[in-house]
């Protein structure tokens, strides 16, 4: 076994991942073209019992590492990145309240969580950019916690969503929160977004909600990775894997009209072909590498995700934009998934942090530190 690779008594569940991907991938475009959020493959990603393994073990769970996780998230992506990104916000927002609740609510939320309810990030705010981290909402006391009034923004699933891990300001500090659903929270179109049409990605509003004090999230106690920050690489390695496929597919069954010889035999297809590979292998042994730094609770983890999602991030766009550039005309065209692919990419490249803030904190860590 590689030591960077899933460990083998996980390797089922990476099977059993990749078996759900197979699936996912017939119904990923007509998905995207809907843009409706596909509960069908969650719902059959809980039933599989990914969900639940995650879990630490003194709550349900199996601990999964984050090699196999990592794996996994690739997987799904290459089949359906939409239902991948949901996913990832979904395992994020709750394996992270179980992580920083008190026992009790951690309790809850485990529960929660396995008995199939959903969980959602409302962390980004319209006016704060990439910088969830740092909130700029201020919830105010009120009889049994905080009231919140505001927005958040690019909340994956939110629709369909029970809980949300939520970040504001309590005496101007960042603080999280386990919310539940209620009538004072609002979802609103924000526009069809370009890539992972169907992540339901919506603007939330908070109309006085109250977070409870009992539902507030504890200070950390050390450094802990996490599920989002750690997923987010392989999303866009995945989307990388379905464009090489794609190209392949295309260049293998098309002839070249002035010749009648196949394009996989065009010299300049082929060193690009293996240039963008090759680079995409390197993005993913990076990425395995930063999974094991997660696994190690080693504090690089956290730059780690930096140069991982760079990496994965650049050649996603790269592979996809020689599959369009193999495609032709016809990558252009709504029948092909080149051109779903390409919007896809570019959805990654945007995520926070995005491919410029993930470049400017490399640099200050080489140039300021």
């Given at each position: 076994m590689h030591p960077l690779g899933t460990p083998p008594d996980e390797q089922p569940w990476v099977d059993k991942a990749a078996e759900l991907a197979a699936r996912f991938a017939t119904t990923a475009a007509a998905y995207d073209e809907s843009a409706e959020v596909p509960a069908e493959n969650l719902e059959a990603l809980h039933a599989s019992g990914l969900d639940?393994?995650?879990?630490?073990v003194e709550f349900g769970g199996e601990n999964l590492s984050y090699r196999a996780y990592g794996e996994i998230v690739r997987l799904l992506a290459a089949g359906c990145p939409s239902?991948?990104?949901?996913?990832?916000m979904h395992v994020g927002a709750a394996c992270g309240l179980v992580a920083?609740?008190?026992?009790?609510?951690a309790r809850f939320y485990a529960e929660?969580?396995?008995?199939?309810?959903?969980?959602a990030n409302a962390l980004s705010e319209p006016s704060g950019g990439n910088l969830f981290l740092l909130p700029q909402q201020h919830a105010l006391p009120v009889d049994g916690g905080f009231r919140l009034t505001g927005a958040?923004?690019?909340t994956s699933g939110c629709e369909i969503a029970d809980h949300f891990l939520v970040n504001v300001l309590v005496d101007g500090v960042p603080t999280f929160f386990g919310a539940a659903a209620d009538e004072t929270i609002a979802y609103l179109p924000i526009g069809d977004t370009m890539g992972l049409r169907a992540n339901g990605s919506r603007l939330v509003e908070f109309h006085g909600t109250v977070l409870r004090?009992?539902?507030r999230c504890l200070p950390p106690k050390g450094h802990r990775p996490n599920r989002i920050s750690s997923g987010l690489p392989f999303l866009s390695l995945g989307v990388a894997d379905a464009a090489v496929a794609a190209l392949i597919e295309h260049a293998r069954t098309r002839a070249i009209p002035t010749t009648g010889e196949s394009l996989s035999a065009m010299q300049w297809l082929?060193?690009?072909?293996a240039d963008v590979h090759s680079r995409l292998d390197a993005a993913g042994m990076y990425a395995n590498h930063m999974s094991w730094l997660a696994d190690e609770n080693d504090t690089a983890f956290d730059m780690a995700t930096m140069r991982a999602k760079l990496l994965a991030n650049q050649v996603a766009l790269d592979a996809a934009q020689l599959a369009l550039k193999a495609g032709g005309g016809s990558g252009y065209l709504s029948t092909s998934p080149i051109q779903r692919i390409l919007r896809d990419a570019y959805a990654g490249w945007v995520m926070a942090y995005s491919a410029e803030v993930c470049r400017d904190r490399i640099s200050a860590e080489l140039l300021d530190g």
């Open positions: 639940q393994a995650l879990l630490p239902t991948a990104c949901i996913w990832v920083m609740s008190a026992p009790d609510t929660e969580y396995t008995a199939g309810k959903r969980f958040k923004r690019f004090a009992d539902r082929r060193f690009d072909l």
